[in-house]
């Protein structure tokens, strides 16, 4: 079954650092998504990205956010400088409409 | 705006035992609605959903109805195992846009 992989699992960064979390959707989606679930609390709606633009985002989603999809397969979220508020599961996510999310397992990132 | 409320947990169980989650949304317009599942240290995985009204979801002995008169999507199980034991999320899927919303999520416990 086709899956959405992202990579790494785990990363830890120094506060202030610029990181980068990488997915590869399924080759066949159209549409991508970032959401983040801080410890403990909620899944929250980051940022959705459809023909190589965000068609929308969040409040949370401010200017340290970036998204881009460089080479037709991977889709990054960059955070240009890390708050220790950053610290999340971030999920990566594609669909081929505008059902049937499949998400990847997340990326822990830890900012000390 | 569209939200959805579901039971606090934590819920613990003995095996065998009936689970019910409660969950009950907010919405303009018809959302889809799902249930995923979060296993210990593993991502957001798709366990059921329903796309419209009287829909029931199943998936792996869980079952859920999309219940518009009282909109509610109440997720039940009649003999859990220990498997079993996870975080589940109630979500709504807007209709017009791609946005997924999510209950807080319910941990669920159960014990040999």
């Known amino acids: 079954e086709p899956e959405v992989t992202q990579t790494p699992s785990h990363q830890v960064t120094q506060m202030g650092q610029e990181v980068i979390l990488r997915c590869v959707p399924i080759s066949n989606h159209l549409y991508f998504y970032w959401y983040r679930q801080i410890l403990g609390q909620k899944v929250e709606f980051l940022v959705s990205?459809?023909?190589?633009?965000?068609?929308?985002k969040s409040e949370i989603f401010d200017d340290q956010f970036s998204v881009e999809r460089p080479d037709g397969s991977n889709f990054t979220l960059k955070i240009r400088s890390t708050k220790l508020e950053d610290s999340a599961m971030y999920f990566c996510?594609?669909?081929?409409?505008?059902?049937?999310?499949?998400f990847g397992s997340g990326t822990r990132l830890t900012v000390v | 705006g569209d939200s959805v409320t579901q039971m606090e947990g934590p819920v613990t169980l003995s095996e065998e035992a009936f689970l019910t989650i409660n969950c009950t949304y907010t919405?303009?317009?018809?959302?889809?609605l799902f249930w995923y599942v979060q296993y210990p240290g593993e991502g957001l995985q798709l366990l059921l959903k329903?796309?419209?009204?009287?829909d029931k979801g199943s998936n792996k002995g869980f079952e859920a109805t999309y219940r518009k008169e009282t909109t509610s999507f109440h997720l039940e199980k009649g003999s859990v195992q220990v498997s079993d034991s996870a975080v589940y999320f109630c979500a709504l899927l807007r209709s017009n846009d791609y946005k997924l919303s999510f209950g807080a999520g319910t941990t669920v416990t159960v014990r040999a």
């Open positions: 990205f459809y023909n190589n633009e965000i068609s929308e």
């Open positions: 996510a594609s669909s081929e409409k505008w059902y049937g999310y499949t």
């Open positions: 919405a303009t317009g018809y959302p889809s």
């Open positions: 329903a796309t419209k009204a009287d």
